[in-house]
Nanobody, 124 residues
Framework: QVHLVESGGGLVQPGGSLRLSCAAS????????VGWFRQAPGKEREFVAA??????SYADSVKGRFVISRDSAKNTAFLQMSSLKPEDTAVYYC???????????????????WGQGTQVTVSS
């Protein structure tokens, strides 16, 4: 059974940094794509970043500020977030999928497995 557990969210001031973690069980990130999405109140879930077999993609809104990575030995993925803005406030979700194609990475409906989410609030 697959489980994804996010952690690392919290309250941070504008311009600050946070690192989110996604610990996986029941799968290995060496054979699965991993993605990060976020959902703000009243909005649809939106793509943030994805890592698939060494290829990395980012939403335009986070390019240059966020970095996705993974630690295969710990079977954990990370999202390092810097220069945070109030508009980054959302619940952040980790996702995984074994067979998702590259063109589908930004589409939440194509990902098979999801974590429960972690709240990130950027406010002074």
């Amino acid at each position: 059974q697959v489980h994804l557990v996010e952690s690392g969210g919290g309250l941070v001031q504008p311009g600050g940094s946070l690192r989110l973690s996604c610990a996986a069980s029941g799968l290995t990130f060496t054979t699965y794509a991993v993605g990060w999405f976020r959902q703000a109140p009243g909005k649809e879930r939106e793509f943030v970043a994805a890592y698939k077999r060494g290829d990395i993609s980012y939403a335009d809104s986070v390019k240059g500020r966020f970095v996705i990575s993974r630690d295969s030995a710990k079977n954990t993925a990370f999202l390092q977030m810097s220069s945070l803005k109030p508009e980054d406030t959302a619940v952040y979700y980790c996702a995984a999928d074994r067979s998702i194609i590259t063109s589908s990475l930004p589409m939440a409906r194509h990902w098979d497995y999801w974590g429960q989410g972690t709240q990130v609030t950027v406010s002074s």
